[in-house]
């Protein structure tokens, strides 16, 4: 499992206020004040406090080093090497030699950063007799790896650098004599990199591959996101293995190929759950998961045949009540009234559950072709304006529209000469709305929208994440304060706290920039309970404390608690329990403290990944009757300031969230007025669920044809199952014969295309234009495959306009 660390390649500021960490080591002061066992070295002036008695740290368990003079006195002179577990140079960039870790016989895990015209000193390594685990990261561009071979026999090996794929077999090689590792950890540029040197360590349990693109924009690989999997093998003939693998990056997914590549090189079968190791992990640690929620299944009706299934218009979902008037406001303006006792079952019955509306809007032409509508109209071709989707589900039945009723849409875009139309599933086929609502005129009920929509017991629907405080704790959804569903936030101190959220929608907001926000991401550790050895203790306990690990203070409540020691009784038959379980592999976004009055412990809950954390803490070490009394009020104190700064912050958050929400309101309905304004906004009532817009019907044009081959970027034929053709001059896409292209290249702006393996091709403006093209002629056209990591048609459009 991969240890907490901070990479080389950047100098992390070390202050603490309020205990604020972004890192797991403290300077000189915090570690004598509060006895943390996690020291670092900044500055010449703390080697030289430290070296001057370094007796007063015999208790720490872990040393990191930044400074890049005097390193033998620190590491072997002061003899703090005969206790600490774990060295830390990843920072450090000067020299090591042979006397480095002389004397540093119990150093089971070191990180060393070293340059690529250093690595011969890779052999002063081998005088750390008890060494288990080494976190290597190279500086710069190695010519020659052979020096890796000088690495004495460890369990884990991890190393981090710039790698060519000729330079990871390499490497492999070099570290062949590593016949007892257990763990390996290479980065890697693409996981299509990985050489299959990888299977000659037989002993090899784990495999760790970090993104190196992620590893530095992201400062490092302790807050990278983790992605698993196992894969069953045959070791020998008569010999079954497994290796887990675990893939580090930013997005934290393995896209379909890569996860193909791992299972063909080790010729093996993927397996859902993870190892015995893991398992064991999730037991011992007690994570509840998180309350199972509703999710709504919107079933694609018949228009929707996708070409490519990763990729689809985005959508937004609003849950109304049926029995009231609704009002819905989409973010691009669009405006949808409903009445109420609109929706019914299958079987006709009136809905009383909540109705989940799901509402797709496809305005670009990319859109219409990702979502696979078909807009041939003989031959002719429908060009789009402006079309959506509404769709709407139960929790407990389907939901349809009511017989004679109907809903407003108005939609953000003029209607100029533009035809209404309507997806109708009796036919397959679109038909003219404005006509089939003249001919059914007498069989609908009539509706006063204009008084639904004024009276002031109508719902206001808007995609806004009205979440309070408490609720964001308590949701999957939710990390910290961050909106539902949003990956990173802004967050600024608006009063006394950090509080109050960007408003991404207002340019305005912030224009000046002198408020100073923070970004809140989704996934990073934002809580650490961080081990502590009192002066006084409890040899049979292990004492720890709460620590807000940003630098900002964001979790201002964890200040109260700056002066108290938990404790949790150690287990006899592993020491290490509580370490392993709680601190090493650990990421926590979110805590709360609950205590009962008079009580010797409190209750300790922390949120994962995957569910709530609680952990039973003592608040006293003692039997004594009158010493217990003193630290049971010593904590009652500060757990009365912790509830009072963690009601002001909620009070805060929830208010600041209000006003952020009324501002929003103002915004979606100012933008409605000023589309209304400038005739930018077309009516329409719809009788059914499904979909609609407003479309032109044309006859496209093209000036040149061309008998069509397609190769990819190395010139290798690709087998196009399905091809597509978006021209500049009509919002829309044609499909295409494979074979044979009409087009005009001073306005074809995009040809994209799916093999018959899924995979997904382009070729834009440019590309076309560079296919040496004649008329009537043979043409081998140029497609770039798109990595399967695009995840979105807005990556799909930042891409192909590059």
């Known amino acids: 499992m991969i240890k907490k660390l901070s990479i080389a390649f950047v100098c992390f500021c070390t202050s603490v206020v309020s205990f604020a960490q972004n890192n797991d080591y403290f300077n000189l002061k915090d570690v004598k004040t509060f006895r943390f066992d996690h020291l670092e070295l900044n500055t010449e002036k703390e080697v030289e406090q430290f070296l001057r008695n370094p007796g007063e740290f015999n208790f720490i368990e872990a040393l990191k080093v930044n400074t890049i003079s005097r390193l033998d006195q620190i590491v072997s002179g002061s003899g703090i090497c005969g206790f600490i ?62 020096h890796l071979s000088a690495l004495p026999q460890l369990k884990e090996l991890h190393i981090i650098g710039e790698f060519l794929p000729a330079d990871l077999s390499a490497l492999t090689g070099y570290i062949q004599e590593q016949t007892t590792m257990q763990v390996l950890g290479l980065s890697v540029d693409r996981i299509t990199d990985l050489p299959p040197g990888v299977l000659r360590f037989k002993t090899l349990s784990k495999l760790n591959l970090y993104d190196n693109l992620s590893v530095f924009t992201n400062n490092g690989i302790s807050e990278l996101n983790e992605e698993k999997l196992s894969i069953l093998f045959n070791l020998y003939t008569d010999a079954i293995s497994a290796i887990g693998i675990s893939y580090f990056s930013n997005n934290g997914k393995l896209a379909d190929f890569e996860t193909a590549f791992l299972q063909t090189l080790y010729k093996g079968e993927i397996i859902p759950q993870q190892f015995e190791s893991d398992e064991r992990e999730n037991e011992l640690t007690h994570i509840s998961p998180f309350k199972k929620e509703f999710q709504p299944d919107f079933k694609l009706t018949s228009e929707f045949r996708l070409p490519y299934p990763r990729l689809f218009p985005p959508s937004e979902t609003f849950t109304i009540n049926p029995a009231d008037n609704a009002v819905i406001y989409s973010n691009s303006g669009l405006k949808i009234s409903i009445a109420s006792n609109s929706f019914v079952n299958q079987n006709g019955e009136d809905i009383t559950d909540p109705v989940y509306l799901k509402l797709t809007q496809m305005n670009q032409a990319t859109d219409l072709l990702f979502a696979g509508l078909n807009l041939k109209n003989g031959d002719r071709q429908f060009c789009n304006q402006f079309l959506f989707n509404l769709s709407a589900t139960t929790e407990r039945s389907s939901a349809h529209l009511k017989a004679g009723y109907q809903i407003r849409v108005v939609m953000p875009v003029s209607a100029d000469s533009a035809i209404t139309y309507f997806f109708d599933y009796e036919s397959n086929t679109w038909q003219d709305l404005n006509f089939y609502n003249q001919i059914f005129a007498n069989s609908f009920t009539p509706l006063d929208f204009y008084k639904i929509e004024s009276n002031a017991k109508n719902a206001a629907y808007y995609q806004f994440d009205t979440t309070s405080f408490s609720e964001r704790f308590t949701g999957k959804h939710h990390y910290l304060l961050n909106d539902r569903d949003n990956n990173s936030q802004l967050l600024f101190k608006s009063g006394k706290f950090y509080a109050d959220l960007d408003r991404s929608w ?48 964001l979790l201002a409540e964890l200040s109260a608690f700056r002066k108290i020691n938990f404790n949790v009784l150690t287990d006899p038959e592993n020491k290490k329990a509580f370490n392993d379980d709680y601190v090493k592999h650990a990421r926590y976004f979110d805590v709360i403290v609950h205590y009962g009055r008079g009580k010797t412990y409190c209750e300790i809950t922390l949120k994962t990944a995957e569910g709530f954390k609680k952990l039973q803490a003592n608040i006293t070490d003692t039997d004594d009757k009158k010493l217990m009394k003193k630290q049971l009020i010593r904590f009652a104190k500060a757990y009365k300031a912790y509830q009072r700064l963690r009601a002001r912050r ?62 990819d970027e190395s010139g290798l034929p690709v087998d196009v199952k399905e091809l597509f053709m978006i021209d500049n001059r009509y919002n829309t896409f044609f499909r295409i014969e494979v074979g044979n ?48 990591g695009v995840s979105s048609i807005l990556m799909f459009n930042q891409l192909i306009r590059n």
């Open 85 to 146: 577990k774990e060295l830390d140079l990843s920072n450090y960039q000067g020299d090591i030699n042979a006397a480095t870790f002389t004397g540093c016989g119990g150093l089971e895990i070191l990180h060393l950063s070293v340059s690529e015209e250093k690595l011969e000193q890779l052999r002063h390594i081998r005088t750390i007799g008890n060494l288990q685990t080494l976190y290597l990261y190279i500086r710069g561009k190695p010519e020659n790896l052979s």
């Open 506 to 553: 207002n340019k305005d907001f912030n224009k000046d920039g002198k408020r100073k926000g923070i970004k809140v991401k989704r996934g990073k550790s934002y809580v650490k309970l961080q081990k502590v050895i009192p002066k006084v203790r409890n040899k049979e306990r292990q004492y720890f404390k709460v620590l807000d690990k940003t630098e900002q203070g």
């Open 741 to 788: 292209i009409a087009f005009d290249p001073a306005t074809c702006a995009y040809i994209i295309a799916c093999d018959y393996s899924g995979n997904l091709y382009f070729a834009n403006k440019s590309d076309v234009a560079a296919s040496n093209l004649s008329n009537n002629s043979l043409t081998y056209i140029k497609l770039k495959k798109v990595n399967p």
């Open 650 to 711: 909620e009070q805060e958050f929830n208010a600041m969230n209000r006003i952020r929400f009324e501002e929003f309101k103002v915004f979606s309905n100012d933008r409605i007025k000023a589309l209304q304004k400038d005739n930018k906004s077309a009516e329409i009532k719809i009788h059914q669920l499904g979909s609609f817009g407003l479309l032109y019907d044309r006859s496209p044009v093209f000036s040149t044809n061309v008998i069509a081959q397609y190769t």
